[in-house]
């Protein structure tokens, strides 16, 4: 029998998709576009090029890293739930560091959130 899904779960796993599909087709782009048009500027487009490249992999890995979350935390899989869990406490960490507070608060918010759905998973 399948659990059900609570709403705000599937409401972060829509966004993770979302996200997902954003970093990875801007990581494309940085991958495929690299140093293109600098030619002539005087910018050392090579070194440009495999920078952009780099990030670019960053980015594509993310993307597919944040969808193969996204897609477990809909399909309510416990792995998700703690992968999760701890990529809000990392992110609730940095932006503790930053003085963030907006991240302080939406990121505090997600880890009380997913502590009280945990019994769900």
């Known amino acids: 029998m399948a659990k ?4 705000g779960i599937t409401i972060l796993s829509i966004i ?5 599909f954003i970093m ?11 140093g ?16 952009s490249a ?3 992999v960053i980015m594509l890995g993310g993307g597919i890293l944040q969808g193969i979350i996204s897609y477990g935390l809909w399909k309510m899989q416990k792995w ?12 609730f960490l940095g932006a503790l560091m930053s003085v963030s507070i907006a991240g302080i608060v939406i ?7 997913l502590y009280s759905v945990r019994k769900k998973f």
């Open 4 to 7: 059900k899904r609570p709403f």
């Open 16 to 20: 993770g998709f979302i996200s997902a």
């Open 24 to 34: 990875a087709g801007i990581g494309a782009v940085f991958i495929l576009l690299g």
């Open 36 to 51: 293109a048009g600098l030619q002539g500027t005087g910018v050392n487009v090579a070194a440009l090029g495999a920078l």
């Open 54 to 56: 780099f990030f670019g």
């Open 80 to 91: 998700a739930y703690y992968v999760s869990l701890v990529m809000y406490a990392i992110a």
């Open 107 to 113: 990121d505090g918010l997600m880890m009380y959130y």
